[in-house]
Every structure is written in C-alpha cells, then in structure tokens.
C-alpha cells in the first residue's frame, strides 16, 4: 500500500510538470508560483504516507507450567506456618513421580513450610534448588515464569494464590479452590502461541 501510494504521488506529478510546461512564458512567474505550490503538496502528500508497522510476533515461552496447591497441612490452633501430614507428604511424593521425567524444571514456591515441602520431592529428583517467590506477589511470579523460555515450572501455591496465577495468566473462567480440595495439577502450555489450560488429578 505504501509503494503503491508513493507511485500514484510520482504519476500525478510528473502530470502536473507536464501540464505547467504547456503556460506560455509569459506567465512565468505565475508558473513559478504554481510549481512551489506543487512540490509542497507533493512533499506534504509524501509525510502523510506512513511505512507499514513491523509487528514481531514472536515469543519464546516456557514449554509448560504446573501449578499445585500444596498438599495437606497439619491443623494446629495457633500454627501459622504448617507442616503437612503424612498423607499431605504421600501426595507430594506423587506429584514428584508424575514430573520426575521431565527436563529443564525450575521450581518455585512460597515462601511457608508447606508449600517448599510440597516441592521438595520433585526438588531432589530434578536436582534443582526451589526459588522462594513471595505468596502476596503474583504479577512478580507470573513475570519471572514468562521470562523462562523452552523450561517446565512448577509452582507450588495456595488455595488462594494458584486461582489468582491463572486468571493472571489469561484464563477467562473462574476457578476456585476450596479449602479442603487438594491434588489438582493445572497446566498452561502455549501450543502455536495461544493459551491452553489443561487439569490433571495427583494422588488419591
């Protein structure tokens, strides 16, 4: 479009120089005038034409990212910072075995007790550290995730935190956690650049 506006700019020119060298000399200065007025039309013609916008759209974005609320935590009056229960450690157990295939994982979870034992399992049999990512920082989670191009990320959350995390990450419909639902495992991957979300049980 750009081009093809440029040419129509050089034809009508060339049609108006053309047309100005048929006055008579006599009209000379009368020609001289109208040849300025052309060019500043033609030059203010050429500044109104805009080069098309160069769009990348290419991004690199993580292979997949897991997200799990941590596994059940012992109920303590006064406790603010629980350990999980035994059956609490068996599901973390099965989250690890059903990643443990996997390659080039990062982890991260809160920073409280249960959520970094959640994550220990799969911690040691990927051989990766865990990085602590505050609880009440989601749109800081959701940047450092998106900056991990071609990795797996687990993130070990909340009942609270994980639905926050995905709607951040663009899913449209509602979820919710209640407070005695545990082993759900969402999924983001981003198949051709749109966002899928896919859900998978863990332990029993």
């Not at 081009?3 to 008579?24: A, D, E, G, Q, V």
């Not at 099965?94 to 443990?100: G, K, V």
């Not at 990512?133 to 990795?151: F, R, Y």
Request: some cysteine.
């Amino acid at each position: 479009m750009h081009k093809s506006l440029l040419k129509n700019n050089h034809t009508n020119l060339l049609m108006l120089y053309f047309f100005l060298r048929s006055i008579p000399l006599t009209l000379t200065m009368k020609r001289i005038t109208l040849l300025l007025i052309m060019f500043i039309l033609y030059f203010i013609g050429c500044s109104s034409v805009s080069p098309p916008a160069i769009i990348d759209d290419y991004r690199c974005y993580p292979d997949a990212v897991y997200l799990f609320r941590h596994a059940e935590k012992q109920k303590i009056k006064g406790e603010k910072n629980p350990e999980l229960t035994k059956k609490g450690f068996l599901r973390a157990n099965a989250l690890a075995d059903s990643l443990a295939l996997i390659q080039n994982g990062v982890i991260f979870s809160s920073e409280y007790a249960r959520t970094q034992q959640t994550a220990s399992f799969l911690a040691e049999k990927w051989e990766v550290d865990i990085n602590i990512h505050t609880a009440s920082d989601p749109e800081g989670q959701i940047e450092k995730v998106m900056d991990l191009c071609n990795k797996t990320i687990l993130i070990s959350g909340h009942s609270n935190t994980i639905p926050a995390l995905i709607k951040l990450f663009g899913f449209k419909e509602e979820v919710v956690i209640d407070d005695d639902q545990y082993g759900d495992l969402f999924m983001f991957t981003w198949p051709n650049g749109s966002l899928q979300l896919s859900l998978k049980r863990i332990g029993e």
